[in-house]
């Protein structure tokens, strides 16, 4: 079965921490994008990443940053986090554009 | 820029019933698919169906279809002898051929009554 795994379901940290949320597939997918949920907001891109090393900013990519040194692991790193970036994070993959999105099970991260 | 909108923010039927969910979207292009996805409240997002734009006869997906209507940019999805387990937040998709990212609207929360 295809698989898209989050390192925290729920995730609560400070104002100015560093935060790493990491995400791994294993479906050797090229395509790999993390995604923003806010109630009535729907889904946002951040950042995409189409191949390793690749990256590109999606539609609200101000605050965060990521890292793709591996073809299954894409990480989402907000450098200081602040309480407006409090929300679901989700990240997906896919092995075709546009294609079928495999997502994982989203971060619930609090920012207090 | 693409935009999708979906207009209800909650609805809720009794098992068994046919629900009907809207989705409009907005492109100057011509080549494009659309999606409806599913979140339950387990959080795992699935996709339900899919439709190219090419393709005029409706997706069908056992007890999920979709109405297009790409004149009118309107991307429906209807279920029918709805059950309990279709209870979720629905998320119609909107994604260019060619290009990696997709549109999401904004989600209509679909409660199933016993």
């Known amino acids: 079965d295809v698989k898209v795994t989050q390192s925290s379901r729920y995730l609560v940290k400070r104002t100015g921490e560093k935060v790493f949320l990491e995400c791994v597939q294993d479906m050797d997918h090229e395509n790999m994008f993390w995604y923003r949920q806010d109630p009535g907001l729907g889904l946002r891109l951040i950042y995409f990443s189409y191949d390793v090393k690749m990256k590109e900013k999606g539609d609200i990519p101000e605050g965060y940053s990521v890292s793709r040194e591996k073809k299954e692991r894409f990480s989402l790193i907000l450098e200081s986090a602040s309480t407006n970036q409090t929300s679901m994070y989700l990240c997906a993959s896919s092995l075709l554009v546009p294609g079928k999105l495999f997502f994982g099970s989203g971060t619930q991260l609090s920012v207090l | 820029a693409q935009t999708v909108t979906q207009s209800q923010p909650e609805m809720s039927v009794q098992e068994a019933e046919t629900v009907t969910l809207s989705c409009t979207y907005d492109?100057?292009?011509?080549?494009?698919?659309l999606f409806w996805y599913k979140q339950p409240p387990s959080r795992q997002m699935i996709l339900v169906i899919r439709?190219?734009?090419?393709?005029?006869q409706n997706a069908t997906e056992n007890r999920f279809s979709v109405n297009f209507q790409k004149a009118a940019k309107s991307f429906s999805l209807k279920i029918s002898d709805s059950q309990l387990g279709d209870t979720a937040m629905y998320f119609c998709?909107?994604?260019?051929?060619?290009?990696?990212?997709?549109?999401f609207g904004q989600g209509t929360r679909l409660t199933i009554n016993p």
């Open positions: 492109t100057s292009e011509n080549n494009y698919y």
């Open positions: 998709a909107f994604g260019i051929q060619g290009a990696q990212k997709l549109v």
């Open positions: 439709q190219e734009a090419y393709k005029q």
